[in-house]
């Protein structure tokens, strides 16, 4: 068989998944190379939830991609024996102020069981049982769910690890800016490249490396910010629960005194990177009832990303129609860590001509893409 030369373009969650698939079965068959400008990177910035069972979201195809991705994301962490700092499952506690809504999201989660037995047994949860489960919140004002299956993962370390793993077989790591010159043409420093097929994972920037070729996406970026502070140091509770309030910021302890506060999701500001100390402020404020004696002195670093959206939220991929040699996964919105594998992966199978009923998990492409 003739070796295919393929290009992945964007080295977050979904371009490190592709390469990671793309070094597994018939690898020889593939000589792929990864082109990353890392700038404003979704996945680097992210808080790392992964929990979409009980998402009240009404969109029947995000759903199926989600806890297919949520479930994917177990096993690939499994497969390739991730380390605790970049996927750990230590469940995931949602609360809500009123028992009659924890009840609606409990006849959910049981419904949803049946298709997801990965989400575990759901159960519900007293405040003062989320303060023995997460010892560093003095007080939770309101009780909760408690979901077993929830997960978080660190998508810095995720892609390195994917992407190591798949430099040792077929793949080669660019890093800095490319365009397209057309279909099977890119340039990378000055100098012109050609490829069988290129998978476009370039997040937010999609739109733009796609104008060159007159393709015009709906697709529009969202700034994203969030912090990482010091929390007292509890050793006997180094793997605790990620906490996700009713439309606040959520609180995911990282363990060796630790604890990511956000994100924000800012419409306004396009391309933005810029970490704000206003929202650094908002951020530590609405952890202060929540946690003993915290200041802004406590803030340990800020991350800001930039994500992707479509009109309706819904991500796109696959084949870009009139172009078969270009694929693309974008729009994944505010959950892209935990559909961008499955997106990743569903590339990759239709680069080797395996069947994806995509229908079940998107709406037809071209709603997206003219
Ligand atoms: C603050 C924040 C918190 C989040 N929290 C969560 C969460 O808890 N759970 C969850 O599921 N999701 C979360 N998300 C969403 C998730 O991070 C994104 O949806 C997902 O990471 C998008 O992945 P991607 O691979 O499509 O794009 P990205 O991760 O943005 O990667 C695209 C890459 O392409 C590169 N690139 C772009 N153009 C070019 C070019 N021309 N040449 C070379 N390289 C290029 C970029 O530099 C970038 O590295 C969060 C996002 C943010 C910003």
């Avoid at 010091?230 to 629960?241: A, C, G, S, T, Y």
């Amino acid at each position: 068989m003739m070796v295919q030369k393929i290009a992945i373009i964007g080295g977050g969650i979904v371009g490190s998944t592709a390469a990671y698939y793309l070094s597994k079965d018939n690898y020889k068959n593939y000589d792929v190379t990864l082109f990353d400008e890392g700038i404003g990177q979704a996945t680097k910035a992210a808080a790392g939830i992964i929990s979409p069972w009980l998402s009240k979201r009404r969109n029947k195809q995000w759903y199926h991609l989600a806890s297919e991705g949520a479930a994917l994301v177990a096993k690939i962490a499994h497969d390739t024996n991730m380390d605790e700092q970049t996927y750990a499952n230590d469940g995931t506690i949602i609360t809500r102020d009123d028992q009659a809504s924890l009840d609606e999201l409990l006849k959910i989660a049981l419904k949803r069981k049946e298709q997801a037995p990965e989400m575990g047994d759901v159960r519900f949860v007293s405040k003062d049982e989320i303060k023995e489960l997460i010892p560093i919140i003095k007080n939770s004002p309101f009780d909760g769910l408690f979901v077993p299956g929830g997960s978080r993962i660190d998508g810095q370390l995720y892609c390195q690890h994917l992407q190591r793993m798949a430099e040792q077989r077929n793949l080669n790591c660019l890093n800095g800016h490319v365009t397209l010159i057309n279909d099977h043409k890119l340039k990378f420093n000055g100098k012109s490249f050609d490829f069988d097929k290129i998978i476009i994972a370039t997040g937010a920037w999609s739109k733009a490396i796609l104008s060159d070729l007159n393709i015009n996406l709906n697709l529009r970026p969202q700034k994203g910010q969030l912090i990482e502070v010091k929390v007292p140091d509890d050793i006997e509770h180094e793997n605790m629960p990620v906490m996700m309030p009713e439309s606040e910021y959520d609180f995911i302890p990282l363990g060796h005194g630790k604890l990511i506060i956000g994100a924000t999701h800012d419409n306004d500001q396009g391309f933005n990177l810029d970490s704000e100390k206003s929202v650094e402020q908002l951020l530590v404020k609405t952890a202060d009832n929540l946690i003993s004696n915290i200041s802004t002195n406590d803030i340990l670093l800020s991350r800001v990303g930039t994500r992707a959206y479509t009109y309706d939220f819904g991500p796109f991929f696959g084949v870009i129609p009139n172009h078969e040699s270009l694929l693309i996964g974008t729009g994944l919105g505010s959950s892209g860590l935990t559909t961008g594998p499955l997106v990743g992966k569903f590339l990759v199978d239709l680069i080797k001509g395996n069947y994806v009923d995509l229908d079940y998990y998107q709406k037809p492409i071209n709603t997206y893409i003219n």
